[in-house]
């Protein structure tokens, strides 16, 4: 997400993330990290909800679309998802 960083709010604020195109939001309250990478990589964190639905829905190299839709609000989509 380095390249779309300038579309999130600002560290420590809280995002809502929707895991999947018909999912639910995560439950776990997730907020946007812009100082844990040395290189100002953004950083979401999610929790072991994600963590669990990323096993279930992706292989080792697969990858993720997400979708911005507002600075404090992604959807993640699940491999083979389309919107």
Do not use: C
Not at 13 to 27: H, S, T
């Amino acid at each position: 997400m380095k390249k779309h960083k300038t579309h999130f709010d600002q560290h420590n604020e809280k995002i809502k993330v929707k895991l999947g195109q018909n999912g639910n939001e995560a439950k776990y309250q997730s907020y946007i990290n812009r100082e844990f990478n040395k290189n100002k990589t953004l950083s979401i964190y999610i929790g072991e909800e994600y963590t669990n639905w990323v096993q279930a829905n992706f292989k080792l190299g697969d990858t993720m679309k997400v979708e911005i839709v507002n600075p404090n609000s992604i959807i993640l989509y699940a491999r083979g998802e389309e919107h």
